[in-house]
Each structure stands twice: as C-alpha cells, then as structure tokens.
C-alpha cells in the first residue's frame, strides 16, 4: 500500500540528511532510489520527512548514497 504521511522533527533530519549525502555523490532521486530497491516518488516524500521510514529502506538508501546509516540517524 501507500506509505502514510507524518510530521516529526526527526524524520525531517533524516530526510535533509539524506538528501545531502545523495547531492554529495551526485545522484539523482531517481538515481537512488534504483539503487536501492525503491520508488523514487516514496524517496522523495522521505527526503521531505513525510514519511516513517523503515530502517531496512534507510539502511539500503544509506548505502546507494554512499553514507553510514548512523550519520542518518545521528542526533543533533
């Protein structure tokens, strides 16, 4: 199904986090989302933290942009 949109701070973080680490190795949401296994259009709602990610998508997101899963998660 659909993933449901949320608001929370955190996945807001994690979402300007990822988008950084996918612009610093050059990639295209389309890009990324290919590379692991996922949807561009739910890559681009996390990236904006609409919605609650799961850390098996984050961890595979965290590797096609070539960045730990703990540099996502990290707290401020």
């Known amino acids: 199904g659909v ?3 949320v608001s929370h701070p955190l996945l807001t973080r994690i979402g300007r ?4 680490a996918r612009r610093a190795k050059g ?4 890009a990324l ?3 692991a296994g996922l949807d561009r259009s739910y890559v681009s709602g ?3 933290g609409e919605f609650n990610v799961s ?3 984050l961890s595979k997101l965290a590797q096609a942009a070539g ?3 703990s540099s996502l998660l990290k707290s401020e």
């Open 17 to 20: 986090r990822l988008r950084k």
């Open 27 to 30: 990639l295209s949401q389309e």
């Open 67 to 69: 960045t730990r899963l």
């Open 55 to 57: 850390i098996l998508a």
């Open 3 to 5: 993933p449901t949109k």
């Open 33 to 35: 989302a290919h590379s």
């Open 46 to 48: 996390l990236e904006r």
